[in-house]
Every structure is written in structure tokens, then in C-alpha cells.
């Protein structure tokens, strides 16, 4: 799976604030809507329609944005 990479270290945002722009950014250069955000574990935040997903190698900061094929999604809630 390629990602997307999106740095934001402004304090004065929320996590969340920095995944909706990392969405959009994302959008607006592939044209599609990412259903994976790979985040920080401690950054962990919930946005309906994409499954965000705490790492221990992802740093602060960084979001990796990303497709998830449906089969792959399925098999991690197994």
C-alpha cells in the first residue's frame, strides 16, 4: 500500500483538525476520498467513514494517509 504523508506539528490545532486537512490535501491531489489515516498511538482520533489507526512507528505529528482495500479491512475485525 503507497500513503500519503502529511507533517503538522501547529500546536494550536486538534488531531482531528489536522486529519481533516490531511484528508483534503489528499483528496484533492488523488481525486478520491482515503478510507485509512495511520497516526502516532497517541494521537488516536474517530471520523466516520475512515478508520484511524494508532502506530507506535508513525511520529507525532505525522498522519499517513492511504486506501485500505475492503477485503483487508474485513480481515482486521476478524
Known amino acids: 500500500m503507497n ?9 494550536q490545532k486538534s488531531t482531528l483538525e489536522k486529519i481533516h486537512e ?7 491531489r488523488f ?5 485509512l489515516v495511520l497516526v502516532h498511538m497517541d494521537e ?4 466516520a467513514g475512515v478508520m484511524i489507526r494508532g502506530e507506535r512507528n508513525i511520529q507525532r505529528n ?12 474485513e480481515e482486521s475485525h476478524e
Open 22 to 28: 490531511a484528508i483534503a490535501s489528499y483528496t484533492n
Open 3 to 11: 500513503y500519503y504523508v502529511w507533517y503538522d506539528e501547529n500546536a
Open 31 to 35: 481525486a478520491t476520498v482515503p478510507n
Open 44 to 47: 488516536k482520533a474517530e471520523l
Open 62 to 73: 505525522n498522519f499517513w494517509i492511504g486506501m485500505e482495500q475492503a477485503e483487508k479491512r
